[in-house]
């Protein structure tokens, strides 16, 4: 059996631009990228804290240490610049894997630079 799991995770990042008019995707800060293991083209689902709304995209490569979390064409419609979203990734692993595999969780500071990056999610230890 193969599952679906929870590989990485940029929590709590700021929207810093939404163009509308542009193809379609997710630009972000490739710095951020690597930190979290996202790749360029991988899909990801973003989570709009502010109003729930979840969408899936892929992922251009932003400026490096730029901060730049951009949604782009139509998702644009699902954000405003300012909002705080998650950007999760996922990916398909055995059972062996699931059970040893690590995921990363990185967490950002108010300029959308990594200030930790975790190894788990713990019920109410960060909010």
Known sequence: MYRHMMKSKIHKAKVTEAN???????????????????LPNEKVQVVNNYNGARLETYVIPGERHSGMICLNGAAARLVQVGDEVIIISYGIYTDEEAVNYVPK???VDKDNRPVEIAKEEIHGTKA
């Open 20 to 38: 509308l008019n542009y193809v379609g995707s997710i630009t972000i800060d490739s710095y951020l990228m690597e930190k979290a293991d996202i």
């Open 105 to 107: 969780i990185v967490f």
